[in-house]
């Protein structure tokens, strides 16, 4: 029998048993359902959790040392060739050339420094950090009270939630007032006078290029800066996130504050030759994935380097065994529905019995029987499929709206709880057809076996 | 093992047909040879329980002989494949039943196309087939009716356009006539006659009504306990 034909007579047979097919149908649809509601939970978890991470800027940028620097921490993470090149002064020569690498977004500067504000004539202490301008745009922000810089050199100021909770009681009051920011200059000194000794030293800042070939002096300054949001936590925590910033400033500013660092000192013994140098600098990706091939390279020029790479593997390894539990609880239901499948075509057998030994009489083949009930199986589990796919869907949303109401309620921003991605209803409806094709095997096989005679004296 | 086609539309060969009934086997037929010649229009006569159906069933490749080779255009049913089985139910022989075996859920128009889907017909054949079949059983004003919607002299002639709509050359009756009434029955039987004249199509029909048998067949063969009692062709 033509396939045609063959879908014809199944959908006829589906429509006279209307209300059993319907029914079995729907038991099917219950235990896609489940599937796909369990499995979105575990993708939308995933992808929060990806996204979250990716938003934080640790597993997105890879921080470049000197070699120098690195053996200071001990060296983390150097291979060997790596360690067969040179070290290299990280200066603006290298931050172009590491600008100008495949699947690097951006490079700039770690500015973070300790520092006391003074707001509403209170001093507290707290640690700055510089931000550069593209993170606006990585959704980091997003769900912040209050705005981003409004310019990337603005004298404003973003608060991370614990330090605005020191400052005030009321958070939201905050916004739009003004601080201090208290912090040491490093300050160019004559070049004649830096042959004095004592108090002097010769300085080789990251940034000042009327420093060169000078010593330095520290002086305390002072600037006013505008509050004009508070983050839950510091997005793009850089160095893994040690000493995260509190007080959060755009970069462009926190480069202009020429702010003493603690390796200020230490560059200055080594008898650099004043030309400008950083002590790290952030290469940003374009995504977690390329983090490894844009390490080989920067490593390749000589320099050290530190990711958290492996910690994104561990974390994919996690959610696929997560995600095969939660595969599995949802599975158990599909084979319940699968049972109902070979119920009701058993049943059919028994009515259709005599039906069987007539089609076989006028011609129909074992085989064209056997694809009978199996085009019925197939129906039912594509139709379930399809109604489970959208009924898991559905009750993926309803869980998404409870769970954001909650969150509104406790005063936190809206979460994406699960999420349905293309592969998993295609999956869904897959296996859903598959298990039914399964489950119609033996009603399948035991209709084409019947006895025609046999069938055709049955009442 | 197949012989040489020759005139013989049916040959069966020391066909045995045992059923293990519990401990027991019942020999349904036993032994029976026979040659029905392409054309012919016989009657199995036979009480009930004499085999005369179980030897349809067998010469429809329904069922298969426990010994013994069935010839039909001189090709052997027993050695079939139960695909071949299938090709030859659907092409070579149509079967009527006494209980008409129409598809209740289906038009006569459906009922007898049928047949065409399941020989994989192409589609637009179809119309065509079944308009002629149904015309040559004079039901063309019932087509879109479904078979509780027909008498049983219609349901009947269904069936025959159901059996015919393939161009079998093999016409199989069981008993064709045992659930209708006497002028409906002669009907039935005239449109039998009819078929065998103007098509030249072999007939075999299983009947108890030895009337019946005398006035519409050309030969009878009678069976009794499963075994050919006589085998005469009428005069």
Same mark, same amino acid.
Request: overall charge neutral; hydrophobic content about 45%.
């Given at each position: 029998?033509?396939?045609?034909?063959?879908?014809?007579?199944?959908?006829?047979?589906?429509?006279?048993?209307?209300?059993?097919?319907?029914?079995?149908? #729907?038991?099917?649809?219950?235990?896609?359902?489940? !599937?796909?509601?369990?499995?979105?939970?575990?993708?939308?978890?995933? &992808? !929060?959790?990806?996204?979250?991470?990716?938003?934080?800027?640790?597993?997105?940028?890879?921080?470049?040392? =000197?070699?120098?620097?690195?053996?200071?921490?001990?060296?983390?993470?150097?291979?060997?060739?790596?360690?067969?090149?040179?070290?290299?002064?990280?200066?603006?020569?290298?931050?172009?050339?590491?600008?100008? #690498?495949?699947?690097?977004? &951006?490079?700039?500067?770690?500015?973070?420094?300790?520092?006391?504000?003074?707001?509403?004539?209170?001093?507290?202490?707290?640690?700055?950090?510089?931000?550069?301008?593209?993170?606006?745009?990585?959704? %980091?922000?997003?769900?912040?009270?209050?705005?981003?810089? =409004?310019?990337?050199?603005?004298? &404003?100021?973003? +608060?991370?939630?614990?330090?605005?909770?020191?400052? =005030?009681?009321?958070?939201?009051?905050?916004?739009?007032?003004?601080?201090?920011?208290?912090?040491?200059?490093?300050?160019?000194?004559?070049?004649?006078?830096?042959?004095?000794?004592?108090?002097?030293?010769?300085?080789?800042?990251?940034?000042?290029?009327?420093?060169?070939?000078?010593?330095?002096?520290?002086?305390?300054?002072?600037?006013?800066?505008?509050?004009?949001?508070?983050? &839950?936590?510091?997005?793009?925590?850089?160095?893994?996130?040690?000493?995260?910033?509190?007080?959060?400033?755009?970069?462009?500013? %926190?480069?202009?504050?020429?702010?003493?660092?603690?390796?200020?000192?230490?560059?200055?013994?080594?008898?650099?030759?004043?030309?400008?140098?950083?002590?790290?600098?952030?290469?940003?990706?374009?995504?977690?994935? %390329?983090?490894?091939?844009?390490?080989?390279?920067?490593?390749?020029?000589?320099?050290?380097?530190?990711?958290? @790479?492996?910690?994104?593997?561990?974390?994919?390894?996690?959610?696929?065994?997560?995600?095969?539990?939660?595969?599995?609880?949802?599975?158990?239901?599909?084979?319940?529905?699968?049972?109902?499948?070979?119920?009701? +075509?058993?049943?059919?057998?028994?009515?259709?019995?005599?039906?069987?030994?007539?089609?076989?009489?006028?011609?129909?083949?074992?085989?064209?029987?056997?694809? @009978?009930?199996?085009?019925?199986?197939?129906?039912?589990?594509?139709?379930?499929?399809?109604?489970?796919?959208? @009924?898991?869907?559905?009750?993926?949303?309803?869980?998404?709206?409870?769970?954001?109401?909650?969150?509104?309620?406790?005063? +936190?921003?809206?979460?994406?709880?699960?999420?349905?991605?293309?592969?998993?209803?295609?999956?869904?409806?897959?296996?859903?057809?598959?298990?039914?094709?399964?489950?119609?095997?033996?009603? %399948?096989?035991?209709?084409?076996?019947?006895?025609?005679?046999?069938?055709?004296?049955?009442? | $093992?197949?012989?040489?086609?020759?005139?013989?539309?049916?040959?069966?060969?020391?066909?045995?047909?045992?059923?293990? $009934?519990?401990?027991?086997? *019942?020999?349904?037929?036993?032994?029976?040879?026979?040659?029905?010649?392409?054309?012919?229009?016989?009657?199995?006569?036979?009480?009930?329980?004499?085999?005369?159906?179980?030897?349809?069933?067998?010469?429809?490749?329904?069922?298969?002989?426990?010994?013994?080779?069935?010839?039909?255009?001189?090709?052997?049913?027993?050695? $079939?494949?139960?695909?071949?089985?299938?090709?030859?139910?659907?092409?070579?022989?149509? $079967? *009527?039943?006494?209980?008409?075996?129409?598809?209740?859920?289906?038009?006569?128009?459906?009922?007898?196309?049928?047949?065409?889907?399941?020989?994989?017909?192409?589609?637009?054949?179809?119309?065509?087939?079944?308009?002629?079949?149904?015309? /040559?059983?004079?039901?063309?004003?019932?087509?879109?009716?479904?078979?509780?919607?027909?008498?049983?002299?219609?349901?009947?002639?269904?069936?025959?356009? /159901?059996?015919?709509?393939? /161009?079998?050359?093999?016409?199989?009756?069981?008993?064709?006539?045992?659930?209708?009434?006497?002028?409906?029955?002669?009907?039935?039987?005239?449109?039998?006659?009819?078929?065998?004249?103007?098509?030249?199509?072999?007939?075999?029909? *299983?009947?108890?009504?030895?009337?019946?048998?005398?006035?519409?067949?050309?030969?009878?063969?009678?069976?009794?306990?499963?075994?050919?009692?006589?085998?005469?062709?009428?005069?």
């Amino acid at each position: 029998m033509k396939l045609g034909d063959l879908t014809e007579l199944a959908a006829r047979n589906l429509r006279e048993a209307m209300l059993r097919n319907s029914l079995t149908t #729907l038991g099917i649809a219950v235990g896609v359902a489940s !599937l796909v509601a369990m499995l979105s939970l575990g993708v939308g978890l995933q &992808e !929060l959790a990806s996204s979250r991470l990716t938003h934080s800027g640790l597993f997105d940028a890879v921080i470049v040392m =000197s070699k120098s620097t690195m053996r200071g921490f001990g060296g983390p993470q150097q291979n060997e060739a790596a360690d067969a090149a040179p070290a290299r002064r990280l200066d603006d020569p290298a931050r172009k050339e590491l600008s100008a #690498l495949p699947n690097v977004v &951006e490079v700039y500067p770690e500015v973070r420094f300790p520092t006391e504000i003074v707001f509403d004539g209170k001093p507290f202490s707290t640690t700055a950090a510089g931000i550069p301008e593209s993170a606006r745009a990585d959704g %980091a922000y997003d769900g912040m009270k209050g705005n981003f810089f =409004s310019a990337p050199d603005a004298p &404003e100021a973003i +608060l991370q939630i614990e330090f605005a909770k020191q400052l =005030s009681d009321n958070t939201d009051s905050l916004v739009g007032k003004e601080l201090s920011l208290r912090y040491a200059e490093r300050q160019a000194l004559p070049p004649d006078e830096t042959a004095k000794p004592s108090t002097r030293a010769t300085n080789k800042d990251a940034s000042a290029d009327e420093d060169e070939g000078a010593g330095f002096s520290v002086v305390t300054r002072e600037k006013k800066l505008k509050i004009v949001g508070i983050v &839950e936590t510091e997005p793009a925590a850089g160095f893994g996130g040690f000493g995260r910033g509190r007080l959060l400033i755009p970069l462009a500013i %926190a480069q202009t504050l020429k702010i003493a660092q603690p390796t200020d000192m230490r560059e200055m013994l080594r008898g650099s030759s004043g030309k400008v140098s950083y002590d790290s600098l952030t290469v940003r990706v374009k995504n977690p994935a %390329a983090v490894q091939s844009v390490e080989d390279s920067i490593k390749k020029m000589g320099f050290g380097t530190f990711s958290i @790479l492996d910690a994104t593997k561990n974390l994919r390894l996690v959610f696929i065994v997560f995600d095969s539990l939660l595969g599995i609880f949802g599975s158990l239901a599909l084979t319940v529905a699968s049972l109902g499948i070979i119920n009701t +075509l058993v049943m059919a057998i028994l009515e259709r019995r005599r039906e069987i030994g007539i089609l076989k009489a006028l011609g129909a083949a074992d085989r064209d029987v056997r694809r @009978l009930f199996f085009a019925e199986a197939g129906a039912m589990g594509l139709f379930g499929g399809i109604a489970g796919v959208v @009924l898991g869907w559905a009750i993926g949303r309803a869980l998404n709206f409870a769970t954001n109401v909650y969150l509104k309620r406790q005063g +936190l921003p809206p979460i994406d709880l699960s999420s349905v991605p293309l592969w998993l209803v295609g999956s869904a409806i897959g296996f859903s057809f598959f298990v039914s094709l399964i489950a119609g095997m033996y009603p %399948a096989s035991r209709a084409a076996k019947l006895d025609p005679v046999e069938a055709l004296r049955y009442e | $093992m197949s012989e040489p086609t020759g005139t013989h539309a049916i040959r069966t060969e020391h066909v045995t047909r045992i059923y293990q $009934m519990g401990e027991s086997q *019942v020999p349904a037929v036993n032994g029976v040879s026979i040659t029905v010649d392409a054309g012919e229009f016989v009657a199995l006569l036979g009480s009930s329980g004499s085999g005369k159906s179980t030897l349809l069933n067998l010469l429809a490749g329904l069922d298969r002989p426990t010994s013994g080779a069935i010839y039909a255009h001189g090709k052997n049913l027993a050695e $079939m494949s139960s695909g071949e089985l299938a090709h030859h139910r659907s092409h070579t022989v149509g $079967m *009527v039943f006494q209980a008409f075996n129409l598809l209740p859920r289906m038009t006569l128009e459906e009922n007898v196309e049928l047949p065409l889907r399941l020989a994989e017909v192409e589609r637009a054949e179809r119309p065509a087939r079944v308009r002629e079949a149904v015309d /040559r059983v004079r039901l063309t004003a019932r087509l879109s009716h479904r078979p509780t919607e027909l008498s049983g002299g219609e349901q009947q002639r269904a069936s025959l356009a /159901r059996a015919l709509v393939n /161009r079998p050359t093999i016409l199989l009756a069981d008993e064709p006539t045992g659930n209708l009434d006497s002028h409906t029955g002669d009907a039935i039987m005239d449109l039998l006659t009819e078929i065998n004249r103007t098509l030249g199509m072999t007939i075999v029909m *299983v009947t108890h009504d030895r009337v019946r048998a005398e006035r519409y067949a050309g030969r009878i063969i009678t069976m009794g306990d499963g075994k050919l009692i006589s085998d005469g062709v009428r005069v």
